[in-house]
């Protein structure tokens, strides 16, 4: 049995993740109105309770610099809404610094063993520095409110109403009768469809009601609109709408501003409401309208979907060896049990099919969580470097597993990184060329067949090909002859060498020859693969495709020189019989004619170096796709298809080219599952031999 304090820490690490990713996400909606000089209250309120809760979280865990941390930002943001800070530029990279320290204390919280994060002192002097501005707070009797209204204004909703009655808004009292048992989902209704007419300074009960079961409220509304707007959006029977009469307006009210009565409208909460003075029978009542959660989801471990994945995995093999007992039964003569056993197997396989499409849904996530992590690292590199970038994000709600998220982020930091450090030309050569003075980043996401495709497109300098020829042969990469051979896809390749980078001297995020080599090893282990395009002075696209999902994949097993082999079929498009006469040599390399477009082919038994002493004279090749890219795998049988669960091959054999694990097969078989995209990067490298990059790669070592 776990241990419940593993699950009690594991708890609090998913729910800190997840209000740090609220609050990073509240932080660059602010950004977004303070680039366009606009101003949202909900949008700076709602990042005050996002911090407001990780430091209760805090809190109750024991975490102290996080709390510690989160006290001292809830100071500011309180400042902040109350009007007391202006938000500027400068404010939000502390607030932005300070995501990136509860990120880093986070991870010390996770693993003790790490040093404590030494920006802590830091930002705690920034942000004291922006919370110690203690500006009056003056109110405003330009309007005739009820003693008993301004009693239970929270400062915040002081602060807003003062503001709106700066602004020249007119106030109105909207009165609206509400059923107990939905009031919630009521109350965030009404409000939804008056914001676009004004703000909801505050609301509270009138202490009246039609009846046991209703409940009403006044909502204290800021608009510029008149009454008879208002009633045509939030209309009804149930709703009468009045204007708060100013100071030094006529007591007697013209006709456009008596009551105005309105229809029922639905919609949810607000935290006050508990605090507010309700009537008995209310408060009586109010408990079991409440005590249901609103919520319906849960958060699972994804180590827990992993073991049922496994489990899955087994079931499958068992699924096959009924399959193959039926057969025998059938064939020794006992045809009524081997019906039986067929139908019993297709109900197995039904349901089996249906718990693994269940559990794989559970393990999908949207590629937003990455995206808005790079939302910030591109504002803060752009402000470092003095560049102005902008960030256009297509297709985050494309969903993939969760582990190759995790693992995604690393490899997408680091080509964001480049396009703006390395691609991107400066403000003033931008003009120079024409260009507007902001650079671009298009990041776009979407799903192709059983394979995710990321895009990331910027609008800088491109790739300068000579000064990559030149760097590679200086650093013995490649030889002059060599480099007078390559095709200009060839060239472009040569950005994913190791240790090679067109730049003199390193900067703070490029120019040390690290990084895209790193990002194809590291997208190459999440069985995908990556493309360049560059055109020079126009701009550079990154293609990467993945599998959607590593977890449980449909596999076609082949056979190699009498080896059997599992082949992932989301990398295989057909399969077709295959002779040697069917094979034609171009630049070297082994090609045949499909349907008029040329395809390369691999022999897998020259490959991998197996000693065949009898060749099949019946073969077949297995065509494979990553991306944009085709390879025939010749292969000497096709053995049919099977769901397979991948597990690891260890540390001694991870190494291995060509090979992404293990799977068993049933009758304790166990088959090798073939690394697609590893071989399709090893056959389609360039004009090299694999032997001589093998000899360049001991060197470099």
Not at 151 to 172: D, I, K
Not at 231 to 248: D, Y
Not at 405 to 420: F, G, K, Q, W, Y
């Amino acid at each position: 049995m776990a241990d419940p304090t593993d699950k009690v820490r594991e708890e609090f690490f998913s729910e800190a993740q997840e209000l740090v990713e609220n609050l990073s996400r509240g932080l660059l909606a602010l950004d977004e109105l303070q680039s366009s000089g606009t101003d949202d209250p909900a949008a700076v309120n709602e990042t005050f309770r996002a911090v407001h809760t990780l430091k209760g979280l805090a809190g109750i865990f024991g975490a102290k610099s996080m709390g510690t941390i989160s006290h001292r930002l809830e100071d500011v943001l309180d400042c902040l809404r109350l009007g007391r800070l202006p938000l500027t530029r400068d404010l939000l990279d502390v607030l932005f610094q300070a995501v990136e320290v509860y990120w880093q204390i986070l991870a010390h919280e996770k693993d003790r063993s790490q040093k404590e994060p030494p920006g802590i002192e830091t930002i705690l002097q920034r942000l004291q520095a922006f919370g110690s501005s203690d500006a009056p707070v003056a109110l405003t009797d330009e309007f005739e409110f009820e003693i008993s209204l301004l009693s239970v204004l929270t400062e915040y909703e002081e602060h807003r109403l003062r503001s709106c009655v700066e602004q020249g808004l007119n106030l109105f009292r909207v009165r609206v009768a509400f059923e107990l048992a939905t009031i919630d989902k009521d109350l965030e209704e009404i409000k939804n469809k008056a914001k676009p007419l004004g703000e909801v300074i505050t609301y509270l009960p009138t202490g009246e009601s039609s009846s046991l079961d209703s409940l009403e409220l006044d909502l204290l509304l800021a608009s510029n609109f008149a009454i008879a707007d208002l009633a045509g959006t939030l209309g009804g029977p149930n709703v009468a709408i009045s204007a708060v009469p100013r100071r030094h307006v006529a007591a007697k009210p013209s006709p456009r501003d008596e009551p105005f009565e309105a229809s029922m409208v639905h919609e949810t909460s607000h935290p006050g409401v508990a605090s507010l003075p309700v009537q008995a029978h209310e408060a009586s009542m109010a408990p079991a309208a409440v005590m249901r959660s609103v919520s319906q989801s849960v958060r699972v471990d994804i180590r827990k979907l992993d073991a049922l994945m496994n489990a899955v995995g087994e079931l499958s093999i068992v699924k096959g060896v009924l399959g193959r007992i039926g057969e025998r039964i059938r064939s020794e003569g006992n045809r009524q049990l081997g019906a039986e056993l067929q139908r019993l197997q297709r109900t197995f396989d039904r349901r089996l099919s249906e718990l693994q499409s269940g559990i794989l849904e559970v393990r999908m996530v949207p590629l937003s969580q990455v995206f808005d992590r790079l939302t910030r690292v591109v504002r803060q590199i752009g402000r470092d470097v003095g560049k102005e970038i902008q960030l256009v994000i297509t297709g985050g709600d494309t969903e993939i597993d969760k582990l190759i998220v995790e693992e995604l982020s690393d490899p997408l930091m680091h080509i964001v990184r480049n396009a703006i450090d390395h691609g991107i030309e400066s403000a003033d050569k931008r003009r120079g060329l024409g260009k507007p003075e902001a650079g671009t980043i298009a990041l776009n996401a979407f799903q192709k067949g059983n394979h995710v495709v990321l895009e990331v497109e910027d609008d800088g300098g491109g790739v300068n090909e000579q000064s990559l020829i030149d760097r590679a042969v200086t650093l013995s990469q490649i030889s002059l002859d060599e480099a007078r051979g390559l095709t200009r896809q060839e060239v472009l390749n040569l950005v994913f060498l190791p240790g090679l980078s067109t730049r003199d001297r390193a900067g703070d995020y490029s120019g040390r020859g690290v990084g895209m080599d790193v990002v194809k090893t590291n997208i190459s282990k999440l069985g995908g693969v990556i493309d360049l395009q560059s055109e020079r002075h126009i701009g550079t696209k990154i293609t990467v495709t993945l599998p959607v999902t590593l977890a449980i994949v449909s596999a076609l097993l082949i056979r190699i020189a009498g080896r059997t082999f599992a082949m992932p079929l989301t990398s295989v498009s057909e399969a077709l019989s295959f002779e040697d006469s069917m094979a034609q040599p171009i630049d070297g390399r082994e090609t045949m004619t499909l349907r008029g477009a040329t395809l390369p082919l691999c022999r897998l038994d020259r490959f991998f170096q197996f000693d065949v002493t009898k060749p099949s004279r019946r073969r077949f090749v297995v065509v494979a796709n990553m991306g944009v890219r085709r390879l025939g795998l010749v292969v000497d049988d096709l053995l049919g298809q099977q769901d397979i669960v991948i597990k690891a091959l260890g540390r001694s054999l991870k190494s291995v080219t060509g090979f992404s694990g293990a799977t068993e097969l049933g009758d304790q078989r166990v088959a090798l599952v073939l690394d697609v995209s590893a071989i399709i990067e090893e056959v389609l490298a360039g004009s090299e031999s694999r032997e001589a990059r093998e000899v360049r790669e001991v060197r470099h070592a």
